[in-house]
């Protein structure tokens, strides 16, 4: 099946810092979604971006499918973006990353 | 956007027992729903797949008798983990199709 890496696997970051996180995948998708996990669990959806750029305040997401890859940008960061945050690809049943932990210190 | 509700959100129970896990599509209809179990500090893995008004597929290594699926509407999945054992503790997590996927807040289940 598809295989997908995420790096770095952790990232400590001063508050108002910016950061980019990383995602690859081994086969062409129809589908790639970035969530961010919050402390009690819950998967909050930031961006469904097979292809392209897409911005949301401080948050933009880059796919580029054909080299299999998308990035996503977090900028002047706060201490509310620590969390888990994972890619995922695949057209309903998804296929995960292993997540990055991403620490935000004031 | 899309809201996706399970309950309970937390649960514990004794080994042998079985707990059943609902999760619910509120404000749209979904034919298909997924099954996820993330284990602390890991990703998620996919269960099973639950397709209204049909059998569910699951995933390799997941033993069907003892996760049992229901799909019986379409806004309605369950999830029984029958004779829990203290190795089934995990998060368990659904999400819905709708255009893209939506997840539930999770459910926490621990096993004594």
Redesign the interface.
């Known amino acids: 099946g598809i295989q997908v890496e995420q790096s770095p696997p952790d990232l400590i970051l001063q508050e108002g810092a910016n950061s980019t996180l990383r995602c690859n995948f081994s086969d062409s998708v129809n589908?790639l979604?970035w969530?961010h996990q919050n402390p009690?669990?819950?998967?909050i959806?930031l961006f469904?971006i097979p292809s392209g750029t897409k911005q949301n305040g401080r948050l933009s997401a880059t796919t580029v499918a054909t080299e299999r890859y998308s990035l996503l940008y977090i900028s002047s960061s706060q201490t509310t973006d620590s969390g888990v945050y994972?890619c995922?690809v695949g057209q309903?049943?998804?296929?995960?990353?292993?997540?990055i932990t991403l620490s935000v210190r004031p | 956007?899309a809201v996706v509700s399970q309950h309970p959100s937390r649960v514990i129970c004794k080994s042998g027992t079985s707990v059943k896990i609902e999760c619910r599509s509120l404000d749209f209809q979904a034919t298909?729903m997924?099954w996820y179990r993330?284990f602390p500090k890991?990703?998620?893995?996919?269960m099973a797949?639950s397709n209204e008004g049909s059998k569910a597929t699951y995933e390799q290594g997941v033993e069907k008798d003892k996760f049992l699926i229901n799909h019986a509407s379409l806004t309605l999945s369950t999830l029984t983990v029958t004779s829990a054992h203290p190795e089934d503790s995990s998060?368990y997590?659904c999400?819905a199709?709708g255009g893209?996927?939506?997840?539930g807040?999770?459910t926490?289940l621990t096993v004594l």
Not at chain 1, 92 to 99: D, I, V, Y
Not at chain 2, 100 to 103: L, T, V
């Open positions: 589908n979604q969530f009690w669990g819950q998967l959806n469904y994972f995922a309903g049943k998804l296929t995960f990353g292993k997540g | 956007g298909t997924f993330q890991q990703s998620l893995m996919l797949t998060f997590i999400s199709s893209q996927e939506y997840f807040p999770g926490r």
